[in-house]
């Protein structure tokens, strides 16, 4: 256990590292210049006495869905996995679909080795495919991958190594495949022995962000320490990591742009003489050359110029790093760094660089209740990013603790990624702490929250075996230079991408800029309908909700609901309590006033035919007691009548670890099974089988005891 002292100290250096300027961006990201409906007075109070404690086991899952990983085991016998237009493919031709996480910092260094296998275990049962490791370089975090004994604090630390590289067989093992990141929190010292601009380095006690574009000595570091990375030998898989199919992502630098973050930096008001003669030679040679004002394109705050300019470095330092891991063989697809933190659409075009294009989008409450014609969700940030003809990872998303009802966040994620045809979100984080009996609940550690892991299993069926349609229509917002450039355009400031993403899939295209010949013009998709106006309302006059094309989802923001309606998982979300809602083979009548109830087959089968489904039932969780753990978990009372065809259905009860805790038989009355909730001694999770829990095998006929029924 680190000293109060410690504690304090890796605080502070967090701080000084700007590592809470994701709160911040978060904040500009959810700004609607009104204030936000006050939700919280429409909760009932917590009931310490009736809720749950500690529903949802920190090392164990409540179902097991580890089938969904068994052609994958282990990760990686598919071959690589390769951008092909807008999609992700493994080599053999299959289609590449990840539900994904975060492991980060001291979740990579110093969970105990046996923790580190059950954990990649537990994954893989509550249904995730894919891992990214993150903060590995970080300098609040210690240890780290840099050898803290060495003078050169360019070696690699050995027993850090062993720790990535044990997480990494395990995960492979369990059919969990890999994102690896170059850069995130690395910080210069003295013993880097950096030739250029060290001092101003050393000063700021800041990352790298923003200075690599320009700093040479800083790129030499950044190539020399993926070289070393990516071609470190695992010992357990005996490949390298540039080798290994199991890694599906490199991204070179995280959360890291000059044209809306940290082109500011370079100004001479910043106290960066060195960096400051760099920006200041570079940006009037390429004013000069393309006939640009020198004092527009000197205007790093503004847009205009300056963008244009900006996004030419980026692509420099993208062209000189993507070589260099292309170079030494890396055939991962690369991401540049991210679409993130607010931002206008203007820092796109760098972005193409890389191989896909990556997100980061965080949501706060109520996120169900937002009006599109007003303001922008979370999920409209990522749909902002599609870019035409690239793949889109989410590396990072959440609506994280405390936000209380975080609970609504998986499916609806997990449904608008099927609809548009995203790939590959992770949330952040799975764990960023030590992986044990946790002490306290974290903004950066959703393991034990049965808010949001609680709903993961459902979330993963939806996604991975396609339970949402893709959308029917393509809608191709094709931008002018001037659109992209000249104005703050985003999510923000566009009605077109506000009300498009929910309703059909919306694709991104980028315009051909005589300052940036690299930029390849994008194409719309086949069939897609052109719209050029970006200020465009795109729902119907009047309308209070918003409907995919398909049918299958439905968002009321009147009354805060996501409906997701199709034939294999039906779900409603949101302020359901009080309130008779159906969809095509149920009916939910709940009276818990704000919940996620979703009906997801397992076996494949439509709902109404289906011999195996899993009933979710989650909502708020909140502290024990003085900020600790266990967690108090809401129970979600209500009833469900299910029209099925099936007509010996039970349902069981599952507790934290998946065992069966009671079963009701369920009657069948022309045609419909009534069950109310919580059944039994039951929780959250429940399945409706039509054999006793020991005859059924899981789906991938793996042996299986009553105490994992999934």
Not at 464 to 478: D, N
Not at 507 to 532: F, H, Q, R, Y
Not at 692 to 708: F, G, Y
């Amino acid at each position: 256990m680190r000293s109060r002292l410690a504690v304090v100290l890796a605080l502070a250096s967090m701080i000084a590292l700007g590592f809470y300027r994701e709160r911040a961006f978060r904040a500009a990201e959810a700004q609607t210049g009104a204030p936000a409906p006050a939700a919280e007075g429409r909760y009932d109070p917590v009931n310490p006495s009736r809720w749950f404690r500690g529903a949802l086991a920190w090392n164990a899952s409540p179902v097991d869905l580890r089938f969904l990983n068994k052609d994958d085991r282990p990760a990686g016998r598919r071959g690589f996995v390769k951008a092909v237009g807008d999609q992700m493919v493994f080599e053999d031709g299959t289609p590449a679909r990840f539900w994904g996480g975060n492991l980060a910092a001291y979740a990579l260094f110093t969970t105990p080795r046996p923790s580190i296998a059950a954990q990649a275990r537990r994954m893989a049962q509550l249904g995730y495919n894919l891992m990214r490791i993150h903060h590995h370089d970080s300098t609040w975090v210690h240890p780290n991958v840099f050898d803290a004994k060495s003078k050169n604090a360019r070696r690699l630390d050995v027993d850090a190594f062993d720790s990535l590289d044990w997480w990494i067989k395990c995960l492979k093992d369990e059919g969990i495949y890999v994102w690896l990141d170059m850069q995130v929190g690395r910080q210069i010292e003295a013993r880097d022995h950096l030739e250029f601009g060290a001092a101003e380095l050393l000063k700021t006690q800041s990352n790298l962000a923003g200075f690599c574009y320009y700093n040479p000595d800083v790129q030499r570091l950044m190539k020399e320490f993926q070289n070393q990375y990516l071609s470190h030998v695992n010992p357990y898989t005996k490949m390298a990591y540039k080798d290994d199919p199991a890694v599906i992502g490199v991204l070179l630098t995280n959360e890291n742009d000059l044209a809306h973050h940290f082109g500011n930096r370079m100004l001479p008001d910043k106290g960066n003489p060195f960096h400051t003669a760099l920006f200041t030679k570079d940006y009037k040679a390429f004013a000069k050359e393309h006939g640009l004002p020198e004092s527009k394109v000197f205007q790093t705050w503004m847009a205009g110029p300056s963008k244009i300019y900006l996004g030419e470095i980026e692509h420099r330092f993208n062209k000189a790093l993507v070589g260099d891991l292309r170079a030494i063989g890396v055939r991962a697809p690369i991401a540049t760094t991210n679409y993130w933190g607010a931002s206008p659409l203007f820092v796109l075009p760098s972005l193409t660089d890389g191989d896909v294009i990556d997100v980061h989008s965080y949501g706060k409450a109520e996120e169900l209740s937002l009006d599109p014609r007003r303001e922008p969700g979370f999920v409209h940030w990522i749909g902002a990013a599609q870019v035409s003809g690239k793949p889109l990872t989410i590396t990072e998303w959440n609506v994280p603790y405390p936000t209380v009802d975080r609970f609504t966040a998986p499916l609806y994620v997990a449904s608008l990624a099927a609809f548009q045809g995203w790939d590959a979100p992770m949330i952040y984080n799975y764990s960023q702490d030590k992986l044990q009996q946790p002490g306290g609940p974290s903004e950066w550690s959703s393991f034990f929250d049965p808010a949001l892991t609680g709903v993961m299993p459902a979330a993963a069926l939806l996604y991975r075996r396609g339970h949402v349609s893709p959308a029917k229509k393509t809608y191709h917002l094709a931008l002018t230079p001037a659109q992209l450039f000249d104005r703050d355009l985003s999510p923000k400031t566009s009605a077109t991408i506000r009300t498009l993403v929910e309703q059909s899939r919306l694709t991104i295209g980028l315009p051909a800029v005589k300052e940036l010949p690299w930029l390849a013009p994008s194409k719309p998709p086949e069939g897609a309908i052109v719209v050029d106006d970006p200020d465009r309302d795109m729902l119907p006059q009047g309308a209070s909700e918003v409907h995919s094309d398909t049918g299958e989802l439905t968002r009321d923001w009147n009354q805060g609901i996501q409906f997701i309606d199709t034939a294999r998982t039906q779900s409603v979300s949101g302020w359901i309590g009080g309130k008779e809602l159906k969809t095509a083979d149920a009916r939910f009548q709940f009276r818990t006033k704000k919940a996620v109830v979703a009906l997801t087959s397992v076996d494949d089968q439509p709902l109404g035919k289906s011999r195996f489904i899993l009933v979710t039932a989650v909502a708020r969780a909140v502290p024990s007691d003085k900020n600790h753990t266990p967690l108090l978990s809401e129970p979600v009372v209500g009833t469900i009548d299910l029209k099925t065809e099936v007509d010996d259905l039970q349902l069981l009860a599952l507790a934290a670890d998946g065992k069966v805790v009671s079963r009701l038989a369920t009657n069948r009355i022309q045609g419909v099974v009534t069950f109310t909730l919580p059944a039994g001694r039951g929780t959250h999770w429940f399945v409706l089988k039509s054999r006793p829990a020991e005859a059924i095998p899981t789906p991938d006929q793996t042996p299986q005891s009553a105490a994992a029924p999934l």
